[in-house]
């Protein structure tokens, strides 16, 4: 079947382009994009001006959105500090709450494999002052449970652990992190950026305290993004933009009413269709997996086989560089996951992390399927892929 499909398209080579990246960023829904134009013209108003139609015909649209984002993760509309997106709600997130309790609570905790935003944020508190920890994750790449709760203590203002994470897609287990924050009453921030819309999540059933969340990796816009603060018993931050203190006071700054719309309707439809879309991202996932697996030996899936995302494949070819082989598959958007430097290639920090040798590392690639994916772009990137291992395992022996 490959073989024959393969010559079919040698022939009918065309440039397409087939985005495979849904990690990075998902497309706006059309119907978000159409929920979102008439707020930039003849809905124009500021959310904030109370005194006219136009400010009050924003702001109904920014609460509508904010309901809608809410009842996503099962929270209340008060809950959701619209931000500028994800890393800026773990920033607010980490520093906010770490500056507030510092001194009853100056230890912060965080989670190798974590993003960099939140890396960096706990990094500064560091430098800042604050005592950290970096719980180290077990070689299927789930957080070590002994280790983070041997690192929690009375003096740990916020835990910060993802939902989902962005390279590997491994679902943390965020119920028992969660109860292993509240046992020593600390926070819990969840990075969940990845995993909102895809996967259930309540912030009331997980008992999660600060969950931060990305509109354009759910279909939205780029720009905006969301942080949960639970308000019951109240969660303390410190602000870190000061101004005219809309947001509860915790993120000044006139919202931008559009990019609330478009967000308010991406979680809209995420909610609406998560179950269909998730069983058909899984299938399509499955099928680039075990077509590619049928044709292709020497391959390995980095992060727990099953507790993952079902749209994110990490996958290591031996003998392969990625890099390489995303230079001979340009039809093909797929993320190496490594960071250059200004020298040389690393290997990505994440999949260090979980104990995968350079080599191995340097293989990998991330594949991202998303909403908008299709059976035949499954199985052409299935082709193309296969045919560049080949070629480069040949080129690399002769
Ligand atoms: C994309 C992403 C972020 C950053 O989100 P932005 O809205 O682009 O700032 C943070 N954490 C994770 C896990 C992500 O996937």
Known sequence: MIEGSLDLAEKNRVP?????DNQATTPTDPRV????????????????SADHAYGWDAEDAVERARAQVAELIGAEPRE??????????????????????KDRKPHVVTCVTEHKCVLESVRRLEREGHRVTFVPVLADGLIDLA??????????????VMAANNEIGVLQPIDEIA????????????????????????????QIDLLSISAHKVYGPMGIGALFVRRRPRVRLEAEIDGGGQERGLRSGTLPTPLCVGFGEAARIAHAEMEEERARVEVLTERLHSSLLASIPGIH????????LSGNLNLSFEGVDAATLLRAVPELCLSTGSACTSASVEPSYVLQALGLDADLARGSLRVGVGRFNTEVEID??????????????E???G
């Open 33 to 48: 994009t159409e929920a979102m134009l008439p707020y930039f013209t003849e809905k124009f108003g500021n959310p904030h």
């Open 80 to 101: 959701i500090i619209f931000t500028s997106g994800a890393t800026e709600s773990n920033n607010l997130a980490i520093k906010g709450a770490a500056r507030f309790h």
């Open 179 to 206: 109860a292993i924050c509240h046992e020593k009453g600390a926070y819990f921030h969840c990075d969940a950026a990845q995993a909102v819309g895809k996967i259930p999540l309540s912030v009331r059933e997980t």
């Open 301 to 308: 899936l980095n992060g727990h086989p099953g507790q993952r």
């Open 395 to 397: 080129e690399k022996q």
């Open 16 to 20: 397409v382009s087939i985005y495979l």
């Open 147 to 160: 280790a983070l709760a041997d690192a929690v203590d009375e003096e740990t203002s916020v835990v910060s």
């Open 380 to 393: 052409q990137a299935v082709i193309l892929l296969a045919k560049a291992v080949s070629r480069i395992r």
